[in-house]
């Protein structure tokens, strides 16, 4: 099993940055691409970015420039730097990890989200 922990949210003013952590443990040998999603309040959860073992990442359209998704593998540590906060980021941030195939079937882990509320 894996188990995924976050930490670095909270509460901040327009503008500012955070940068989200999420440590993986247990079968963290078992851990291949990495990503960040959120879930706004009375809205789908949408993910913001992936990274994957070799590091190459992806984003979505509309938090490219501003969100940088990094990883340590040494750690199994993945990382979500979020530069010029704006009230519509505003959301619930869960880590995910999937499953590596010589693990097992296709799976992927949730971390227990953090908060990130950014006040205008």
């Not at 073992?53 to 501003?66: F, H």
């Not at 971390?111 to 990130?116: E, S």
């Amino acid at each position: 099993q894996v188990q995924l922990l976050e930490s670095g949210g909270g509460l901040v003013h327009a503008g500012a940055s955070l940068r989200l952590s999420c440590a993986g443990s247990g079968d963290t040998n078992c851990i291949s691409d990495m990503g960040w999603y959120r879930q706004a309040p009375g809205k789908e959860r949408e993910r913001v970015a992936a990274i994957s073992s070799g590091g190459a990442t992806e984003y979505v359209d509309s938090l490219k420039g501003r969100f940088t998704i990094s990883r340590d593998n040494a750690k199994t540590t993945v990382y979500l730097q979020m530069n010029s906060l704006k009230p519509e980021d505003t959301a619930v941030y869960y880590c995910a990890a999937a499953r590596d195939r010589l693990c097992g079937p296709e799976h992927e882990y949730w971390g227990q989200g953090t908060q990130v509320t950014v006040s205008s």
